[in-house]
């Protein structure tokens, strides 16, 4: 079955620093997605940014940029620039199934970062 | 646009008590699902629909039970309240379009004493 793992369950980034949360997976599919979302505390949950498995170039958005290392099994998010507003919840998530109607997205169990002033 | 709309925002129950979460969005989406978020163990998946009058179990099912008569609304059902539900639920739902991003609603936050 596919699977989720983020390892830190917690982080402390100096504003202005760049950060990675780590997540990787594990799945036997070919075609596969790959999200990340924000949750800050007011409890909101926020899209980030997604990564194809046959995407060739690494995502990006903004501060947000996603390392895709596919023979890893990794998609690490790194935020540049960090700023006190990024201080929240991150998922990372991935899509299990390969049909467009029906597939999931399963999460892993989230990083809290905090950006110290 | 209103998105995707939860209701109630927080609730209490006693054990044994039922209750509906009400969850509908206007953007027309096909897909439809609850996540249950409980900390350490990110989100997790109750049920899910692809379209009205079908539904489907996730990871977590026991204790619920959902429908899908309209396009625009899956509510959740708590059949008989017990504490392990105490829970932030989120519905979400997204459009038939591959790798699209789920949409969702700003969550339910449950107390079952």
């Known amino acids: 079955a596919q699977k989720i793992t983020q390892t830190q369950p917690g982080m402390f980034v100096q504003e202005k620093e760049a950060v990675t949360l780590d997540c990787t997976y594990d799945?036997?599919?070919?075609?596969?997605?790959l999200f990340w979302y924000k949750q800050p505390s007011s409890g909101e949950m926020i899209f980030l940014i997604y990564?194809?498995?046959?995407?060739?170039q690494n995502a990006t958005e903004g501060r947000y940029s996603l390392n895709f290392q596919k023979a890893r099994k990794s998609a690490n998010l790194v935020i540049s620039a960090s700023q006190l507003g990024d201080s929240a919840m991150y998922f990372c998530?991935?899509?299990?199934?390969?049909?467009?109607?029906?597939?999931?997205?399963?999460f892993g169990s989230g990083t809290r970062l905090l950006v110290r002033p | 646009n209103a998105g995707v709309t939860q209701t109630p925002k927080f609730q209490v129950l006693k054990t044994g008590q039922s209750m509906t979460l009400q969850c509908a969005q206007d953007m027309n989406h096909e897909y439809m699902s609850w996540y249950r978020q409980d900390p350490g163990m990110g989100l997790r998946l109750i049920h899910y629909?692809?379209?009205?009058?079908?539904?489907d179990q996730g990871e977590v099912p026991n204790g619920y039970n959902v429908s899908r008569s309209t396009t625009e609304d899956f509510p959740l059902r708590l059949l008989s309240a017990a504490p392990s539900q105490t829970s932030v639920y989120f519905c979400a739902s997204r459009p038939f379009v591959a790798n699209e991003k789920l949409f969702f609603g700003s969550g339910t936050q449950l107390s079952v004493l």
């Open positions: 998530a991935m899509r299990e199934g390969w049909m467009d109607s029906s597939y999931k997205l399963i």
């Open positions: 799945t036997s599919d070919q075609s596969y997605g």
């Open positions: 629909s692809v379209g009205a009058g079908i539904t």
């Open positions: 990564q194809g498995s046959y995407d060739e």
